[in-house]
T-cell receptor, first 112, second 114 residues
Framework: SQQGEEDPQALSIQEGENATMNCSYK?????LQWYRQNSGRGLVHLIL?????REKHSGRLRVTLDTSKKSSSLLITASRAADTASYFC????????????FGQGTRLTINP | ETGVTQSPTHLIKTRGQQVTLRCSSQ?????VSWYQQALGQGPQFIFQ???????GRGNFPPRFSGLQFPNYSSELNVNALELDDSALYLC?????????????FGPGTRLTVL
């Protein structure tokens, strides 16, 4: 079963605008990661934020984590057409294995 | 490029058949995880291998099985294929260290069961 929910399920914006995606989860986590997937291909790791961190930056990406609300957000600034993809949050949990539990993703479309 | 490779890229099988999917880990990684991604869904954890032993399993029946070899490459075997097994199968390698668990994914194998 899926742990988290991404919101919105689909987002369409103009190139140059900022895109914000949200993720909620249900159980305690070790870390939270964001991945990008282009057209049903492999997942590309974007950023990891530990449970004791509140904000992290990587280039045009900014991730926040609020463990009290069990939620995270991914902000992509100055979007480009190449950012068109599906974005997934994945919570890192340790249940024997260190596994990732994914949400259903946000489909982001950047219009030129 | 993550350095994780999977083969084959695409595969078509019929119900009841068996399939083996292969994955080569990124150099230096000691853990391999397999995920199933149905169309329009997020990936779901199948199982993980660490030092050639199964290290945890998701909610998948025993007809899903795997192996990890001394060079850390891995196989996913599925017996008695069902139509619902049609999906993208993703392999991810990682280095279990300090609880970070960044997993690096291969391009996936698209399995179609007819």
């Amino acid at each position: 079963s899926q742990q988290g929910e991404e919101d919105p399920q689909a987002l369409s914006i103009q190139e140059g605008e900022n895109a914000t995606m949200n993720c909620s989860y249900k159980t305690s986590i070790n870390n939270l990661q964001w991945y990008r997937q282009n057209s049903g291909r492999g997942l590309v790791h974007l950023i990891l934020i530990r449970s004791n961190e509140r904000e992290k930056h990587s280039g045009r990406l900014r991730v926040t984590l609020d463990t009290s609300k069990k939620s995270s957000s991914l902000l992509i600034t100055a979007s480009r057409a190449a950012d068109t993809a599906s974005y997934f949050c994945a919570t890192g949990v340790i249940q024997g294995a260190q596994k990732l539990v994914f949400g259903q993703g946000t489909r982001l479309t950047i219009n030129p | 490029e993550t350095g994780v490779t999977q083969s084959p890229t695409h595969l078509i099988k019929t119900r009841g058949q068996q399939v083996t999917l292969r994955c080569s880990s990124q150099s230096g990684h000691n853990t391999v995880s397999w995920y199933q991604q149905a169309l329009g869904q997020g990936p779901q954890f199948i199982f993980q291998y660490y030092r050639e032993e199964e290290n945890g399993r998701g909610n998948f029946p025993p007809r899903f099985s795997g192996l990890q070899f001394p060079n850390y490459s891995s196989e996913l075997n599925v017996n008695a294929l069902e139509l619902d097994d049609s999906a993208l199968y993703l392999c991810a390698s990682s280095l279990v260290q300090g609880g970070r668990n960044e997993q690096f994914f291969g391009p996936g194998t698209r399995l179609t069961v007819l």
